[in-house]
């Protein structure tokens, strides 16, 4: 399904792709989404957005990973 996003691919766009981190502001609202979520006490606006972060967080994570690949194989060849 995500596999048209890695075509053309550059070993630059994949360096940079594999490099993103969340920064420590995002890290803190999931935290604090996530014990929310866990004690049962978060409202309805604040699980959309936990969840489009999960959500986005696992593309990210797929993405990185296609890109980790690109790398690896680039570097075989």
Do not use: W
């Amino acid at each position: 399904m995500l596999a048209p996003l890695s075509e053309g691919m550059t070993e630059a766009y994949a360096r940079r792709l594999a490099s993103i981190q969340g920064d420590e502001q995002l890290a803190d609202e999931l935290d604090r989404l996530a014990a929310r979520e866990s004690a049962g006490t978060i409202t309805e606006e604040e699980r959309r957005r936990y969840d489009t972060y999960v959500h986005a967080g696992s593309l990210i994570s797929v993405l990185q990973a296609q890109a980790r690949l690109f790398l690896k194989q680039t570097a075989a060849a």
